[in-house]
């Protein structure tokens, strides 16, 4: 078995994982994604190669840029990825109940 | 404990449904997304202008313990149905995020328990996404920066 393809091996990794939360809102260049970091270029380089061979990231060609994308339907293997989207709404609406109770 | 809140996501659709069942009164879940004062409670964000009318628009705004504006979010309302429906739009600001469209329906079930039903179309598949993995990605992020608290300490 190839260690790289473990995706939570990927996401293990404090850099990585910052990665993962900037592609999150938007599809970045590397080199865009590099200047979010203190570490060298090919440092960078190599976790967006690590996130790619997981296939957590996609890239897609604009021009002569390469852009990285979060690939969500890989995401999902790492333990349900819609879940903490749910869970967020769950605790509002708890919330919400909670409160409209006091008004009965 | 299971979530009372269902989430479907279709793999090819760019939308989403939110539903969930509440143990009140269909005018009181009602009241909770109408007016201000009460928006503000559950949503735990500032709300600037709400107008619950029909034309009517909303903005919200929320800052951090600093007093910095950390999310800024508005739209308009284009039905408004008490007790019935909500149809509006959602804006993020100064984010990559395009307006989405939301449909929220409202549903008695018994005198005392009714049902949420949000139906949200957003510009893209991708977008929604996205959007999607948001939580996931704060929430990676909070748990390493919790992580990086704790080992501080140790330090």
């Known amino acids: 078995m190839n260690l790289r393809r473990d995706v939570f091996q990927a996401i293990a990794d404090p850099t990585r994982r910052a990665i993962l939360l900037l592609l999150a809102s938007q599809a970045m260049t590397a080199g865009a994604i590099a200047t979010n970091f203190d570490t060298a270029r090919p440092t960078v380089s190599k976790h967006l190669q690590i996130l790619t061979e997981c296939a957590l990231l996609e890239q897609k060609q604009n021009g002569r840029e390469i852009y990285y994308t979060i690939n969500a339907k890989n995401m999902k293997e790492v333990a349900d990825f819609i879940e903490p989207f749910r869970k967020m709404w769950d605790d509002r609406f708890n919330k919400l109940e909670a409160i409209m109770k006091n008004y009965k | ?155």
């Open chain 2, 1 to 155: 404990m299971e979530l009372k809140t269902k989430i479907n996501a279709e793999k090819d659709k760019q939308e989403l449904m939110i539903t969930r069942e509440f143990d009140l009164p269909v005018e009181l879940l009602f009241k909770a997304y109408a007016e201000a004062d009460i928006v503000e409670q559950w949503m735990g964000t500032k709300v600037l202008k709400l107008e619950s009318k029909k034309y009517g628009s909303y903005q919200f705004e929320t800052s951090n313990a600093q007093g910095n504006v950390v999310f800024k979010a508005n739209g308009v309302i284009h039905e408004f149905v008490p007790n019935q429906k909500i149809t509006r739009t959602f804006e993020m600001e100064n984010t990559p995020f395009a307006t989405q469209l939301e449909f929220l329906e409202f549903e008695k079930l018994t005198e005392n328990t009714c049902k949420l039903n949000i139906h949200i179309i957003y510009k893209s598949l991708a977008l929604r996404d996205q959007m999607l993995a948001l939580p996931f990605a704060q929430g990676l992020n909070m748990a390493h920066n919790r992580l990086q608290d704790v080992v501080n300490q140790l330090k």
